[in-house]
């Protein structure tokens, strides 16, 4: 059974900076992409960032959700098996409680927000936004 914890999760005023971390078991991890998701009250849990081992002909190195572009920041650490998530110019609509994901192939696809891609999941760090 592959472990997940993620951390770095807090209060943060409207404009703030957050960064999650997430720590994983896999042996695989190197080879393995991994994806940051949120739940927010109320909601089903939407995919927010992936990040693949590889780039493929079909499938970009990284995705990122439309209301996460450009200030969020995925990226990872292999040698630690850590994948973070920074968190720039944080709003309101952003509370939510932020999960990490590991899928069993090493690249995201486009179909990279379903979350049957991934087997195994953290049991997730709350972020609040004050505005």
């Known amino acids: 059974q592959v472990q997940m914890e993620e951390s770095g999760g807090g209060s943060v005023q409207a404009g703030g900076s957050l960064r999650l971390s997430c720590t994983s078991s896999?042996?695989?991890?190197?080879?393995?992409?991994m994806a940051w998701f949120r739940r927010e009250p109320g909601k089903e849990r939407e995919g927010v960032a992936c990040?693949?081992?590889?780039?493929?002909?079909?499938?970009?190195?990284?995705y990122y959700s439309d209301s996460v572009l450009g200030r969020f920041t995925i990226s990872r650490d292999n040698a630690k098996k850590i994948v973070y998530l920074q968190m720039d110019n944080l709003k309101p609509e952003d509370s939510a409680i932020y999960y990490c994901?590991?899928?069993?192939?090493?690249?995201?696809?486009?179909?990279?927000?379903?979350?049957?891609?991934?087997?195994?999941w953290g049991e997730g760090t709350q972020v609040t936004v004050s505005s």
């Open positions: 994901a590991i899928r069993s192939v090493g690249y995201c696809s486009i179909s990279w927000q379903l979350e049957y891609n991934y087997p195994n």
């Open positions: 896999s042996s695989t991890f190197d080879v393995a992409a």
């Open positions: 990040l693949g081992a590889r780039a493929t002909a079909t499938s970009k190195l990284t």
